[in-house]
């Protein structure tokens, strides 16, 4: 899902059995993109904490009408055949930093900064084969699309400053990872150390080991 710019715009009318995707996770994905349910999670969130990254900005936005989604791998591979035009890149950065400042008065109205953690994720230039041999990409938009996450994640923090920062460098892909081999798809040793930090952020916060250890467990589930 595309943060803000699809969330922020008409939500379409589907049923998620229509949407055909072998995974029941990628279809709710799909789901959530075409019907908007952001805007309702946002206010009735229960959670301590939230955590924002833009690695899923690279993906194209369509318009049908009123209506902005995702132009994901899941969305083409799911047979819904909306009649959607894909927007410019000019346009989509127009809309974005539009809804972008809607996204972050819904966080202010929901969260305090120091319960906000900004994970600054990037592609990487390079990976390390099955052999565990470095390598770099070859014909990836790696730096242009560095440059526009950059880009939001500045946006976010001149516009809710006082949050947490996590950026992590000196890391690489992995071609054995489980979804593959791609520029966002790191080694391992990235996430352990994003967790470490994330551990670290709220044991400031909360001071609460049995509610760290929890959170941990469950990010470790994720990847």
Not at 39 to 57: A, C, G, P
Not at 66 to 75: A, I, L, R
Not at 137 to 155: A, G, R
Not at 172 to 190: N, V
């Amino acid at each position: 899902m595309t943060v803000p710019v699809s969330i922020y715009s008409k939500p379409i009318n589907i049923e998620i059995e229509k949407i055909e995707l072998p995974s029941k996770f990628q279809q709710r994905m799909v789901y959530f993109d075409l019907t908007k349910n952001f805007k309702q999670y946002i206010k009735q969130i229960k959670s301590d904490f939230l955590i924002i990254d833009f690695i899923d900005e690279r993906y194209n936005i369509l318009r049908m009408g009123d209506s902005y989604f995702t132009e994901s791998n899941e969305y083409k591979k799911s047979n819904l055949n909306l009649h959607a035009k894909r927007i410019s890149k000019e346009e989509k950065l127009q809309l974005w930093k539009q809804s972008a400042l809607k996204f972050i008065k819904n966080i202010k109205s929901t969260f305090k900064p120091e319960s906000v953690i900004l994970h600054k994720a990037f592609w990487q230039e390079k990976y390390y084969d099955k052999n565990r041999e470095l390598r770099y990409f070859e014909n990836y938009p790696i730096n242009e699309n560095n440059e526009i996450i950059k880009m939001y994640y500045d946006f976010i923090e001149e516009n809710l400053p006082n949050i947490n920062v996590i950026e992590l460098n000196g890391f690489a892909s992995d071609e054995k990872h489980q979804w593959g081999l791609s520029p966002f798809h790191y080694e391992e040793s990235y996430y352990k150390t994003f967790i470490e930090k994330l551990d670290f952020i709220i044991e400031k916060q909360i001071r609460t080991n049995n509610s760290t250890t929890i959170f941990s467990k469950w990010l470790k589930k994720i990847i």
